[in-house]
């Protein structure tokens, strides 16, 4: 077929698509079960991975649960048990090199495999909206969760070319949230993000297999927005946010501003 039949064909697909995306907007989401499924989570010491945990649990899955800090980890197991859930908890340092070679492997044999041959699975990636938009003072910060963004959007893209529609894929995207990373962080437009709501939004978004989850939802109008406005209009709505924050731990304790 040349390309201007494939151009032709690909209308009609797009306006379905627009019209199918409306319809849903009216249909409630069907939400999957988890219960029985084997989860791993990683971060499950603390903050937004122990509270992902406990949710996993109160759903009866059964839990792989990773951190560095072993008294977190096995705090959290515990409690999961005491939720009546199977959990295993493991000591995993990711500050060491050879340790992350070597379990990113064990992960990649002991579950990517299994997905693969089953066609079925979920992977969620934890980003931040600084995946998709910037802040001054966050190069680092920003550039890690940009390569969070991609590695999402490229592993959705390369199941879908092999056809393997039942492995899902969700991308978690807030803004900043109250776990102590950024230290006393402000904005004129959004609240600061306490770690129940967002957690909630991710179990949300993985029960209805939503690609990538925004919190707040309305964010995805900003990035609209960062499209279509000019460069001059875009950083006026920069200075409008007022961002602003003492320091990101690890770095320099001076007051940072957008």
Known sequence: MNLFMELLLLLPIIIYSYIEAFVKLFIPVKRKCVSGELVLITGAGHGIGR????EFANRQSKLVLWDINKHGIEETAAECRRLGATAHA?????????EIYSVAEKTTKAFLPA??????????TVASVAGHSTAS??????????????FHKALTQ?????????IKTSCLCPVFINTGFIKNPSTRLVKILEPEKVVNKLLEGILTNQKMIFVPS???????LENILPKRAMAAV???????????????NRVMSD
């Open 137 to 150: 003072f966050m190069v680092t910060y920003c550039s890690s969760k940009f390569a969070a963004v991609g």
């Open 115 to 124: 997905m693969m041959k089953n066609n079925h699975g979920h992977i969620v």
């Open 90 to 98: 493991f000591v995993v340092d990711c500050s060491k090199r050879e």
């Open 51 to 54: 509270l992902t945990a406990y």
């Open 218 to 224: 309305f964010l995805k109008i900003h990035l609209i």
């Open 158 to 166: 390369e199941l879908s070319a092999l056809g393997k529609d039942g």
């Open 238 to 252: 920069y200075k409008l946010q007022n961002v602003q924050f003492d320091a990101v731990v690890g770095y320099r």
